[in-house]
């Protein structure tokens, strides 16, 4: 698929008896995270923070604020770390995690994000709980979400009006087939 004006071949996973996905992970393309973090940043809102959920949005979040010359974004973490001087947690379901996710937010960053406007980045939205529980984080947090933005989104992510994206990535049947998706991000 053309993502970012680069071609990449993307393997087919099954997701249960019936749905595969395509299995997109940014980690080790660097060309890919450079070329997708400037046309994320020609979309994207006013902001005065990014967030992203540790780990497959890394890439890119380190990207977006290194070329836009941000001093600082934020990483929601799965696990407390021991620098951590407070947590605040919030728990939801991933489609590419096994069982419940934990978000968690270091009370230092916490209070930076306060009143803040956030912008939230992912490498893909597909059902949307990591979504909603950055969502959470943030607002629990006192931030303000400022907009919602990833390189691919699929399934219902792709009718979705709230969130920026730059291409679809098709679902596929049992056999191969891919699923119809009627919106595309350039229309927003």
């Known amino acids: 698929m053309r993502i970012a004006g680069l ?11 019936d749905l595969q996905i395509a299995a997109f992970v940014i980690f080790g393309d660097t060309e890919l995270s450079v070329a997708a ?16 959920a540790e780990a497959k949005g890394i890439p890119l979040i380190h990207e977006m604020a290194r070329q836009r010359g941000d001093k600082k974004y934020f990483l929601a973490r799965k696990i407390p770390k021991l ?3 407070g947590i605040f947690e919030v728990k939801s ?21 306060k009143g803040k406007r956030i912008l939230i980045v992912d ?28 390189i691919l989104a699929e399934g219902d992510a792709t009718d979705r009006e709230d969130i920026i994206f730059l291409e679809k990535l098709p679902l596929f049947t049992k056999d191969g087939e891919p699923i119809e998706q009627t919106r595309r991000a350039s229309t927003l």
């Open 37 to 52: 973090a400037a046309e994320l940043l020609k979309l994207a809102p006013e902001y005065d923070y990014l967030i992203t």
């Open 93 to 113: 379901d991933s489609i590419t995690t096994e069982g419940e996710q934990r978000l968690i937010l270091d009370a230092a960053d916490a209070a930076l994000i």
């Open 83 to 85: 620098y951590m001087s």
């Open 123 to 150: 490498d893909v939205i597909s059902t949307g709980g990591s979504l909603r529980a950055l969502e959470r984080l943030t607002e629990a947090a006192g931030g303000k979400i400022a907009g919602r933005m990833a």
């Open 7 to 17: 071609e990449r071949a993307l393997p087919l996973c099954r997701l249960n008896d």
